[in-house]
């Protein structure tokens, strides 16, 4: 059996662990081309479309209006027609599941309740002979949810948020104000509200701020910048990148009563140009210059703006930067994506004061204030250091463990500001600093 192409759901979005197949292009076992649309999922923020790799016969195992986990495998495309089968069997952590059946239909199934169930649910409750009712006051149904039941911890080992049946909402009164008008939440959006309430509320986050002087900055800045002139965001992606190696606390997330921190230094930057919210990940942003990370933020940008940004780059994010400076907006409380431990928000820059507010919301039951704090005072010390990056304070300011100059420092990135332990305030090269 010539398998061309297993068709799996992507994580597209931090805290979309669901999507919903909104739109199926072609029928089981009928041909595809190279290059067609198969399928188009939709999440929290936008939809997916799901290219064909290979030409050969699809074989479908989902259904337009169901949700399925991330990793599910929802299509194949095999070589030719006659290794299509009617029933596909798909091994799962819990079950032997049987998502397609098209002999089975809604008469088949006796129930007489208000839920409904996909397809691929009623399979599954007359094999495993579950009583539908236990699922009263369920909205839909689908295959997760039954897992779920069987296996209440089925998904702990992978650490997948398996939410599927709503919280009950708080009662509100029936009687509206008058002139609104009201519009549903898809299925997708009222996980992601989920998501976010539950890591807020469970969290015990808090929000740390600081100001950090653009006095003389954005004329330094500018020599490093080819693209992005004027723009915080390069600079602040890597000297937070460098910062986090000293600070893996604030790369890492609270999971099942254990702390976990990530391997890599993946920063992620947020990116909203009409197309949906997305959070863009620099892989390895640690390791990389500022000329380099201006050319991945570019490229990243532009592969978004063309809909044909990789999953790799939505995955594996430790760290997510919120950048809303050139909205006018002067203090925001960014909130704390899944499986991360905190969020640094950036805001525009106050002409008149001359300087910004970056903000951090983390998670208590990774961290504490005076950590973060510390992050944030050495990171303000970083950027404000830029701002001496001129030819004449090139030839005074120096390290003062290495008496390099500022020029002479390695990648030419600045000098911190700091304070010896005699009291002495001085200033010491990258080099040295990440020496100490």
């Not at 089981?28 to 999440?43: H, I, L, P, R, Y």
């Not at 976010?196 to 490093?224: C, D, M, P, R, Y």
């Not at 920063?267 to 050319?295: M, Q, T, Y």
Request: charged share 20%; hydrophobic share 40%; with cysteine.
């Amino acid at each position: 059996m010539a398998v061309l192409q297993q068709i799996a759901v992507p994580l597209l979005a931090v805290n979309d662990t669901f999507l919903t197949v909104v739109e199926i292009n072609f029928s089981n076992k009928s041909a595809v081309q190279k290059g067609d649309v198969v399928m188009v999922f939709e999440t929290s923020k936008t939809t997916y479309e799901v290219i064909a790799d290979a030409e050969g016969y699809i074989q479908l195992m989902c259904e337009v209006g169901n949700d399925y986990a991330v990793n599910d495998i929802v299509a194949m495309i095999y070589s030719s027609e006659a290794e299509i089968v009617d029933e596909v069997t798909i091994k799962t952590d819990t079950v032997e599941v049987k998502p397609v059946a098209s002999n089975i239909s809604k008469a088949a199934f006796n129930y007489t309740g208000t839920t409904l169930f996909s397809y691929a649910a009623q399979s599954l409750l007359q094999e495993q002979k579950i009583n539908p009712d236990v699922f009263a006051g369920y909205e839909m149904v689908t295959v997760k949810d039954i897992q779920l039941y069987i296996n209440p911890n089925a998904f702990d080992k992978k650490m997948d948020v398996a939410v599927s049946k709503v919280a009950e909402p708080k009662k509100q009164n029936s009687v509206l104000p008058v002139g609104t008008s009201t519009s549903k939440l898809n299925n997708n959006k009222k996980r992601e509200i989920e998501y976010l309430s539950a890591v807020q509320e469970t969290g015990l986050t808090s929000t740390i701020a600081i100001n950090i002087s653009t006095n003389g900055l954005f004329g330094s800045i500018n020599k490093h910048l080819r693209y992005f002139k004027n723009s915080l965001l390069p600079v602040i992606v890597y000297e937070t990148s460098r910062l986090l190696v000293k600070y893996p606390l604030l790369n890492g997330f609270f999971n099942d009563n254990l702390i976990h921190t990530y391997d890599e230094v993946n920063v992620g930057f947020a990116i909203d140009i009409d197309k949906g919210l997305k959070v863009v990940k620099v892989g390895r942003a640690n390791e990389l210059s500022v000329a380099e990370l201006e050319e991945q933020i570019l490229e990243l940008s532009n592969l978004y703006l063309e809909d044909k940004l990789p999953v790799e780059s939505l995955i594996g994010i430790g760290f997510t930067i919120t950048d809303l400076s050139g909205e006018g907006i002067s203090y925001f409380r960014p909130l704390v994506n899944m499986f991360n431990s905190s969020i640094m928000g950036i805001s525009a820059v106050d002409e008149e004061l001359q300087r910004f507010n970056t903000s951090i919301t983390f998670d208590h039951r990774v961290t504490e204030g005076k950590y973060v704090s510390q992050f944030l005072n050495e990171l303000k010390g970083r950027i404000e250091s830029y701002a001496f990056d001129d030819a004449e304070a090139n030839n005074h300011i120096q390290c003062y463990k290495c008496f390099k100059t500022l020029n002479e420092d390695l990648g030419n990135v600045g000098l911190l500001p700091v304070i010896t332990p005699k009291g002495k305030r001085t200033y010491i090269c990258q080099t040295c600093w990440n020496g100490l």
